[in-house]
């Protein structure tokens, strides 16, 4: 009787699953027809279509999966891969994936921190802006057009081919995509003296859940608002965007000055608190601590690493540091000359001869890592950093990494209702937690997550309150996600008010009126209001 049963369930197994597969692949080819016959070039959308079977469709998939903790067998796949050459592509994709009811990730340089940008429980289309990179810089009007599939790597080469004196501020690592980042906001060296990437993009073409591509005066000065630091995924997907360029000196100078335990780098750092924030909007000093050997047989100890960028010749850096903090010990051997483009080499660790090297998309060591990060608002008192020093000799603690990043300058002058990024004034600095490994399996890379996890409630105290702040682009789905159906406004704010603080609200104001049927979603994307 048993084996009667255990074979009756088998074969009604076989028979669902087999149904499932049919089902599944009969919606596949209803898709494929759908996107031939909604292209405007049907011969051009076919040499982009990449489905499962295709024997390029891992490659293009594992090409831009930076984090390796979604890069395993049992990570979700998308049921296709669109890598679009034009925006009717695009489209396409979209009109065909709300009439078959699959749901779209888009990706522009794959660094999303939780893997929201190529990853989803439910079936869905990957559109990989890879092809869409093309930048076209106006140096006599210091503005520029930059495709959302470039890389900051791409934006930066070319701003440099036409000016040594222009640049644009956002981030320091060059294989990440423009669409992402602008989105979130996006955040460099030039920080304290220009702003965020997102306080310096003066138009956008951005197609929305109808299939139309808007600018900003046709989008709306509320939407235009909103792609600007609301985080990517939630609104539409941006072709393009236009920068306004920064004027920066053909000579800045940098230093790397590292220091440890045994030479007072706890003091130090716990001094650089008072100090970073307040210094000239010329001047970005960062702080990157981690766990090393001291060179002593079986000791370790934790090393401080301070780098400066300055808008400026050595004399007057030196200068500066003597001035405003002479416990660094900053002298004129410790630092170089150099333009603003060759620093973006220096900070990547890359040789300053090697420019081309921005162009190269793979130019990154991929891991497996996992991010989280804070705002502070007090100074955070010395006996807090020891105690932080013994979590990094925990077993784990040999591969986290922290990084104090100063806020202060513009980003106390622009008032924190310009964009949906809400962290300006009243913040003295930003905590990056990081830890990460090359080569680990996904199981056994848990204990380093909750390492990590153990480190950020450690320091809930002593950071920012009610809410706990956080940066969206430092994607951190521990903080609260939506239902995989809808969304209640009480659940979408646990991690809503973290991003955005109040601009939450206007955030999903925004998305009720440009996408009221919430096409666009992923576990952390703005809600509308019919959907609670």
Same mark, same amino acid.
Not at 108 to 133: A, M, T
Not at 491 to 520: C, M, R
């Given at each position: @009787? ?23 692949? =009969? ?97 869905? &289309? ?51 995509? &423009? ?53 990517? +995924? ?39 608190? !008072?100090?970073?924030? %307040? ?12 766990? &090393? ?15 400066? =960028? ?27 000359? @150099? ?26 060591? %991929? ?19 020891? +105690?932080?020093?013994?979590?990094? !000799? ?12 100063? !806020? ?17 004034? +009243? ?20 204990? !380093? ?27 951190? =789905? ?55």
């Amino acid at each position: @009787m048993k084996s009667l049963r255990y074979s009756t369930f088998a074969f009604l197994f076989a028979i669902l699953f087999s149904f499932s597969w049919e089902t599944s692949a =009969l919606s596949h080819e209803r898709f494929l027809h759908c996107l031939s016959l909604h292209s405007n070039d049907p011969s051009s959308i076919s040499k982009v279509i990449y489905s499962q079977n295709n024997h390029s469709y891992s490659s293009i998939l594992e090409s831009s999966i930076q984090n390796l903790r979604f890069s395993t067998i049992d990570t979700p796949k998308p049921l296709v891969i669109i890598t679009p050459l034009h925006a009717s592509h695009i489209q396409a994709t979209i009109q065909c994936s709300r009439k078959h009811g699959l749901q779209i990730r888009s990706r522009s340089g794959g660094h999303d921190l939780e893997g929201l940008s190529y990853v989803s429980e439910v079936p869905f &289309v990957l559109i990989d802006l890879v092809n869409l990179r093309s930048i076209d810089v106006n140096a006599e009007n210091s503005v520029a057009w930059v495709e959302a599939g470039a890389t900051l790597g791409e934006l930066y080469f070319r701003i440099a081919e036409k000016s040594k004196t222009l640049a644009f501020p956002a981030g320091n690592c060059h294989t990440i995509g &423009v669409g992402g980042h602008f989105s979130g906001g996006g955040y460099g060296g030039l920080l304290r003296k220009y702003g965020l990437a997102a306080d310096n993009i003066i138009d956008a073409h951005l197609i929305d859940a109808n299939g139309r591509i808007l600018d900003r005066k046709s989008m709306g000065e509320d939407l235009f608002w909103a792609i600007r630091g609301g985080g990517g +995924g939630s609104y539409g997907i941006v072709l393009d965007w236009k920068l306004k360029l920064v004027p920066v000196p053909a000579t800045v100078t940098v230093f790397s000055v590292t220091k440890t335990l045994e030479q007072n780098a706890t003091e130090l750092i716990h001094r650089w608190q !008072y100090v970073a924030h %307040k210094l000239p909007n010329d001047i970005f000093l960062a702080v990157t601590i981690r766990r &090393v050997n001291s060179g002593q047989e079986g000791k370790d100890t934790i090393q401080a690493v301070f780098a400066a =960028l300055f808008l400026g010749g050595v004399d007057n850096l030196v200068s500066l540091m003597e001035k405003r903090f002479p416990e660094l010990g900053v002298v004129k051997q410790d630092c170089i000359e @150099m333009s603003c483009i060759e620093s973006f080499l220096y900070f990547g660790q890359f040789p300053l001869e090697r420019l081309e090297i921005l162009l190269d998309r793979t130019a990154v060591n %991929k891991t497996l890592f996992k991010v989280k990060s804070d705002y502070v608002k007090e100074p955070i008192p010395k006996i807090v950093f020891e +105690g932080m020093w013994q979590r990094f !000799y925990e077993e784990e603690g040999k591969y986290g990494v922290i990084i104090l990043i100063p !806020y202060g300058g513009k980003m106390d002058e622009i008032p924190e209702t310009e964009t949906p990024f809400a962290h300006r004034a +009243g913040n003295m600095y930003k905590i990056i937690y990081n830890v990460g490994r090359a080569e680990e399996e996904n199981l056994e890379f848990q204990k !380093y997550i909750n390492w990590i996890r153990r480190f950020y409630r450690h320091m809930t105290p002593y950071v920012s309150k009610s809410p706990r702040e956080t940066y969206v682009n430092y994607r951190d =789905l521990d903080i609260g996600v939506n239902n995989k159906g809808n969304t209640s406004y009480a659940q979408a704010s646990i991690w809503g008010f973290k991003y955005f603080k109040n601009n939450f609200k206007k955030l999903v104001h925004v998305k009720t009126l440009a996408d009221p049927e919430n096409f666009f979603k992923h576990e952390q994307s703005i809600p509308p209001l019919l959907s609670w």
